[in-house]
């Protein structure tokens, strides 16, 4: 099994639409968890980290299910600059560093 | 403000020639750095990672390695490469996790094709 799976999609949406990414994850012991966005042939970057209590910033929700070892991510009203790959990333433990595992991601493709 | 800087940015090299990716922060003390690879289709995987000069692991068994000259540069090299090198090459910087921010910064990336 995986460390991190996702859905890797395409998902394809119209302007407008509320579209749910899922993620698993296996290590009950994982610490933290986020989400990244990666544009096309671009870095990836930090969208948001989710919060054991769910989170929310502008038309992006987080939530975090320890118990089912689960992550979500919702987005409102898509809009075609969200357009992208969205990679579900977990901490697995302690340490000194930021050994973060990276799902392959889900593709968003927002059509006008 | 940090910055993270990655070069080159594209390069096609032949199986079995030498590599050399440099990546640069600037804008901060002892970073945490690391080194990723993304191959087609598949996750990010994390090559290397090092805490401070001198000090690098590695995570999986490979062609490559890394090195970190000072504090805010970190290397990856091969002698000879193979064309399963191939793939988009990332560094990172982490402050330490016990500052509350366990965020990874990436730069922009290194491109690298085996032929």
């Known amino acids: 099994r995986k460390e991190v799976e996702q859905d890797p999609g395409p998902f394809n949406v119209p302007e407008g639409a509320t579209v749910a990414f899922n993620c698993t994850y296996s290590?009950?012991?994982?610490?933290?968890f986020f989400w990244y966005r990666q544009d096309c042939r671009k870095e990836p970057k930090l969208l948001m980290s989710v919060y054991s209590s769910g989170n929310e910033d502008g038309r992006f929700t987080a939530q975090l299910n320890r118990a089912s070892q689960y992550i979500s991510l919702l987005i409102r009203d898509s809009k075609l600059s969200d357009s992208a790959t969205y990679l579900c990333v977990v901490k697995p433990g302690g340490g000194a560093t930021n050994k973060l595992i990276f799902g392959t991601g889900t593709l968003l493709a927002v059509q006008p | 403000s940090q910055t993270i800087h990655q070069w080159p940015a594209t390069l096609v090299q032949p199986v079995g020639s030498p590599l050399s990716l440099e990546c640069t922060v600037e804008g901060t003390s002892n970073p945490n750095l690391y080194w990723y690879r993304q191959a087609a289709g598949r996750g990010l995987q994390l090559l290397f990672y090092s805490v401070g000069i001198g000090q690098i692991s590695s995570e999986v068994p490979q062609n490559l390695s890394a090195s970190r000259p000072q504090d805010r540069q970190f290397i990856l090299s091969s002698k000879k490469l193979l064309l399963s090198d191939s793939g988009f090459y990332l560094c990172?910087?982490?402050?330490?996790?016990?500052?509350?921010?366990?965020?990874?910064?990436f730069g922009a990336g290194s491109r690298l094709t085996v032929l």
């Open positions: 290590n009950s012991a994982s610490q933290s």
């Open positions: 990172a910087w982490s402050v330490f996790p016990g500052s509350g921010a366990n965020v990874l910064t």
